[in-house]
């Protein structure tokens, strides 16, 4: 297998499909387990780059809502089981706000109720920190449908424009430093303005002659029978998954509505954005492969939410540790097969190149790219 780099839509399915799964279960073995399994691809697999820190620092945020989630459990939480810890200071209430507190007695059905629920947060947001650290932000804005080119174009010369200026800055005081003037003080700081925006305003010319010559804008004539129809299938395509998503994430309705609601949001949005992209022409130099193993290494990451929603429904108490009484929560097998397949095709993913630094690609020329 060659050594390339995945595409970054396929990491971003993997790790959604991961925060899928852990959103439906409080069971701490289950989100450990996924957990784990992002930390063993990122090592594996993120490269060296700024972006790969978004995972520690998702780390970090994620012990920190599961803190936060806790101490709201303990001091306002409802009264829940017998086996008392300790005791706080209880604020009397009035009447109306019966069964609300805060304080009282603190019980270990509490004290787990809010730690798995606080585990299940910080799961999530672990996911998506591996999401981050796995696909370059540059590279997946690069890869956005033509529909909302767009608004790819300004995303991308929005977060290259603080890099850049760095990075002028350096040099600039470099080169003053070589000669022998000052690089502190008021004084450093007039010598820096002048070449600075200057080599800010010859990027923005450079980019606007690329984005021009490339065809920024253009866009074609399209009948209005497939404008308004591709307007219907964006309307629908949304409404459904709003319902999907809220249908999966509450455990309500019928087993099957909210997969189908999914299902019909997914194909009518592709659908729509396709027919939109239409409109624009233009074009990708050096595109991003999507090839087999992108397609395995998205089913695989869905495969765990496919499991875990094929457990909810038919025995859901394994995804729900119980808290009265107190029992050792278990591990359910079919979760633990879809979680394996979405570590294998993970790892399965081909090697990074060994010289990262010529794959990369500058954001100026990302930026000329993605406006053609």
């Known amino acids: 297998m060659n050594p390339r780099l995945l595409h970054a839509g396929a990491w971003w399915m993997w790790a959604l499909g991961l925060a899928a799964a852990a959103s439906r279960t409080t069971n701490p073995l289950i989100l450990g387990l996924i957990i784990a399994i992002t930390g063993l691809v990122v090592s594996s697999r993120a490269e060296k780059a700024p972006w790969a820190r978004a995972y520690s620092s998702a780390l970090i945020l994620g012990a920190i809502v599961m803190g936060v989630r806790l101490l709201f459990g303990l001091f ?123 080599g800010s305003l010859r990027r923005s010319l450079d980019l606007a002659a690329a984005m021009d010559s490339r065809g920024y804008g253009r866009i074609e004539a399209v009948p209005l029978r497939t404008r308004r129809g591709t307007q219907g299938l964006l309307v629908v395509g949304l409404m459904s998954l709003v319902v999907g998503m809220y249908l999966f994430l509450a455990g309500t309705g019928s087993s099957w509505i909210g997969p189908v609601a999914l299902v019909i949001g997914l194909i009518a949005g592709v659908a729509g954005l396709i027919t939109t992209g239409r409109r624009t022409s233009r074009s990708r130099y050096r595109p991003d492969p999507w090839l087999w193993t992108e397609w395995s290494v998205a089913v695989g990451g869905w495969s765990a939410a496919a499991t875990i929603w094929w457990q909810m429904s038919h025995n859901a108490a394994a995804l729900e540790p119980s808290l009265t009484p107190l029992q050792w929560p278990g591990l359910p097998a079919l979760p633990l097969i879809g979680l394996a397949i979405a570590t294998i095709t993970a790892l399965a993913t081909p090697p990074l190149p060994s010289d990262e630094t010529s794959s990369r690609v500058p954001p100026e020329l990302i930026a000329a790219e993605a406006s053609a």
């Open 76 to 198: 306002f939480g409802l009264a829940l089981g017998d086996q008392q810890l300790f005791a706080l200071p209880q604020a009397p209430l009035p009447s109306w706000a019966q069964g609300i507190r805060i304080g009282g007695s603190i019980t270990s059905e509490q004290l787990l109720l809010a730690l798995f629920d606080g585990l299940r947060l910080a799961t999530i947001i672990v996911c998506i920190g591996a999401a981050n650290a796995l696909s370059s932000p540059l590279r997946l804005l690069k890869s956005v449908p033509g529909a909302i080119y767009e608004l790819g174009v300004a995303i991308v010369v929005a977060m290259s424009l603080v890099p850049t200026l760095i990075a002028d800055i350096t040099r600039v005081r470099e080169a003053r430093r070589l000669r022998g003037r000052t690089t502190s003080g008021a004084r450093g700081f007039l010598g820096l303005v002048t070449p600075v925006l200057e």
